[in-house]
């Protein structure tokens, strides 16, 4: 296992830098921009084919919609992906075009907004996830191929959790928790928790790392090659404390690849990120 990035000495500038993607990529800052430009050309082309539908609701809050794009015939099951942003930025539409890969396997694909923090804890977000996915998996019969990037990527993890309720449980094939952050207790100490307002108990009682697996569950952690050593760490962590506790696990990395660039895989049909989440 690769070791973590800080240590308790100079704990708040330690923690907070191994957790600090925009400070370790180059260029980080250009990422939104280009994302947001993809996924409307995305979704322009979808929706001129007739096979986006959009702003469907999950709940009645602002932020409680999803966006769904068809495949060419009839899908063979529903694809998720759950956008990061450590719970406090970004929103469905800067995603759109990371539908694409599983599109080409003939999954419909569905990318939900939720409410951020402070607005809303974890928890609360938690719950959110649940009920669109219980709302998603009513439009499109099949299996469910779960997947979510950095804080999304916690955020599929936890519906494989069994103290999680979900009606549609039993349809979950896989979960693909890219760059996924699966114990939060390290969050406490950083800056940004003045945002999520994470305390002792909320940090344990989220951390899928901390929590039993539904009998049967199916987990694929993945993370870029060149994350920061706490992602890398994170990555491990699930899959090694789930391995034998009643769920398939591996992990893997994916050689060149940082934080904002893992996820440009979901684009491709062929790469080993799609395919893991295609289950092909």
């Known amino acids: 296992m690769r070791p973590a990035s800080w240590t308790t000495g100079d704990a708040l500038g330690d923690i907070d830098r191994a957790y600090d993607n925009v400070g370790a990529i180059p260029d980080a800052k250009s990422y939104p921009a280009r994302w947001s430009e993809a996924a409307a050309a995305f979704r322009a082309r979808l929706s001129g084919q007739g096979r986006a539908r959009l702003g469907l609701p999950y709940g009645t809050g602002p932020r409680h919609a999803y966006d769904l794009f068809l495949p060419e015939g009839a899908p063979r099951g529903l694809a998720v992906f759950v956008h990061g942003g450590y719970w406090k930025a970004f929103d469905r539409s800067v995603w759109s075009h990371l539908a694409a890969g599983p599109l080409a396997h003939g999954l419909a694909v569905a990318l939900p907004s939720y409410t951020l923090c402070p607005e809303a804890r974890i928890a609360g977000i938690t719950a959110e996830i649940a009920a669109f996915l219980d709302c998603a998996s009513a439009e499109v019969a099949g299996p469910i191929h779960l997947s979510g990037h950095s804080a999304g990527g916690h955020l599929v993890s936890r519906m494989l959790c069994a103290d999680v309720a979900l009606a549609c449980a039993d349809r979950l094939a896989r979960t693909v928790s890219i760059s996924g952050v699966h114990d939060l207790r390290p ?24 929590l039993a697996p539904r009998p049967g569950a199916r987990l694929v952690a993945v993370a870029g090659g060149d994350e920061l050593p706490e992602f890398l760490r994170q990555n491990l962590l699930l899959p090694t404390v789930w391995h034998g506790l009643e769920a398939e696990t591996r992990a893997f990395e994916i050689a060149g690849r940082h934080h904002f660039s893992v996820i440009e895989d979901l684009t491709d049909p062929g790469s080993a990120l799609t395919r893991a989440l295609a289950g092909v």
């Open 187 to 210: 969050l406490l100490g950083t800056g940004m928790n003045e945002t999520l307002r994470l305390d002792p108990a909320e940090a344990r009682a989220e951390s899928p790392a901390l």
